[in-house]
């Protein structure tokens, strides 16, 4: 993302990877023992680093096991390294992606490495949020220009005298460091190092109804739990954030794509059909990482519960 945890084998096969936490897999090192296997009904996601792009993966992967036959393999991988490893054909396909045009030209446009697979159905959007109690107490904390009158509300010890603005992990693409410099504010950001240390600070900090501003995005089940108000930053232009040393504007509402690889599009059959044909909502999204991230449910089981809940959403995106 241009930010976004566990992650289970899959059931009935054997000598599978698996990747728990929020740590990110070389994948020039790490590959699907089934990617690439000629006739093998195999298939092998890219699961990104938060909870909605595994419960992206899981439904799919549920719907290819139990409904297709396909084996299925998940590996996890950070946003950049991921295309890398769809270009190889060591993973074919990522289901959500935030937007990195550097990559789609390098391997969509020039090397055709990869294909567009479609929207996901779900608009995602990044954003610095502070807790909604807060933002009843003090109105105009949610205009940018107002942060700086409450830093030392949101000073933590990390933050070196300075008001912390709290970010995950530090392989997400932000440009929150840039916005603090350029639009001179009295911030630190502060790397909580995944999506589910961030959202622990973050829960700890309602607890106690403690002032916070954070870098957080939409979709998220968080919002049910600890509901925020957005900070407005300046206003997104077309191309405001082309250059990442001067970002001085907002993040954009992006909707989210996916890519497969060229070759698994043109080859993989029926699998390749389904996760063209995959789209969803952000309510169907939430409904998922909420059972996976609050309710402790396994993605498969979570996956399981959705798929019975929603049959004519999935049945839709079988191929005839």
């Known amino acids: 993302m241009r930010l976004r945890t566990t992650y289970t084998a899959v059931a009935g096969v054997s000598a599978l990877l698996l990747l728990t936490g929020c740590g990110a897999a070389d994948m020039t090192q790490q590959a699907s023992p089934f990617a690439n296997a000629q006739g093998a009904r195999t298939v092998t996601l890219s699961v990104q ?26 590996v996890q991988v950070d946003e950049v390294p991921a295309w890398d490893a769809l270009s190889q054909g060591r993973v074919d396909a990522i289901l959500e992606d935030w ?6 030209k390098r391997y969509v446009e020039d090397k055709k ?11 995602g959007h990044i954003g610095w949020y502070v807790p909604t109690y807060f933002a009843k107490q003090h109105p105009d904390v949610t205009d940018w220009k107002n942060l700086d009158k409450y830093a030392d509300r949101m000073r933590t010890p990390e933050s070196g005298g300075k008001g912390q603005l709290l970010d995950g992990s530090p ?3 932000t440009n929150d460091k840039a916005l603090v410099d350029n639009l001179h504010l009295n911030y630190q ?13 973050m829960k700890q900090f309602a607890k106690e109804e403690k002032p916070f501003l954070t870098y957080w995005y939409s979709p998220q089940w968080l919002f049910e739990k600890v509901p925020m108000t957005e900070v407005k930053l300046p206003a997104y232009k077309e191309g405001c954030d082309a250059d990442a040393a001067k970002v001085a504007c907002a993040y954009p509402h992006t909707p989210l794509q996916k890519y497969l690889n060229a070759d698994f ?10 996760l ?11 409904e998922v990482s909420l059972m996976i991230a609050n309710d402790k449910l396994t993605a498969q089981e979570a996956a399981k519960e959705w798929v019975e809940r929603h049959p004519s ?4 995106w079988l191929p005839s």
């Open 99 to 104: 937007g990195h045009p550097d990559q789609e």
């Open 171 to 173: 392989s997400y693409v």
């Open 113 to 123: 490495t990869i294909a567009p697979g479609g929207d996901l159905g779900v608009t």
């Open 276 to 286: 063209k044909n995959f789209k969803w909502t952000t309510e169907d999204q939430n």
């Open 313 to 316: 959403t999935w049945r839709a």
């Open 189 to 201: 950001v502060v790397f909580a190092g995944s999506e589910a240390a961030q959202i622990t600070q």
């Open 49 to 74: 680093s938060w909870v909605g792009a595994q419960a992206n993966v899981a439904v799919a992967q549920y719907v290819l096991e139990h409904e297709m036959g396909y084996r299925v393999d998940t």
């Open 265 to 274: 599009a043109k080859t993989g059959g029926k699998a390749a059909a389904l």
